[in-house]
């Protein structure tokens, strides 16, 4: 049976692994550095084929054996995958999708390519960020441990409650069991801002 230093402990380490700086290591700085060593000889506008090159060499950096695990075996496996994120995930300033990227890459400014690549990788960053932060939970929280996710809401509860709304404080914990993993993101966002506004 699980005490509540094990609850607590769990519960501490769960915050470490989310902590800004983790996050930023494990995936930030590995994406960034797969950038570094991708480099596009002119960055202005470009055909679509040439786009469709770029994204999938780009997406097939970023997923090289250097910095994450790919779930493709080919540069056409990397260009649909990278298609469909920019379809799902891309949002300019008037456009959304794969045609959105397109004509803010191909048509509309002079660093439409540039910031269509800056976007991609905003997406990938976040994307990989939740992938992360959900394995971290799982792997830290059983999912099907309803007593001792209830256990862990409410000693997060009680650390953080500072951070929290009177609405949410007032909840019962377990009306926000299900919730645990937006609670601790949320209490681990809240606490970094709070942080950086106090120094």
Known sequence: MMNLTDQMQILDRVLDLLNEKNIA????VRIEKALQLYSIIELGN????EFKKIIASLYMRIYGKETMESTFNNEDEALKEAIWILEKYYKGNETTGYDGALFDATLNSSDGLQLVLERFIEIIKTK???KYITQTFNTLIDPSDWKLRYE???DL???FSHLYSPELKNLPPIQLVNHLEELV????????????ILH
């Open 25 to 28: 290591d494990k995936i930030d």
């Open 46 to 49: 470009c055909s679509s084929d």
């Open 128 to 130: 990989e960020q939740n």
């Open 152 to 154: 862990i809401t409410v």
């Open 157 to 159: 509860l009680n650390r």
């Open 185 to 196: 993101i949320n209490s681990v966002t809240a606490s970094q801002v709070m942080r950086s």
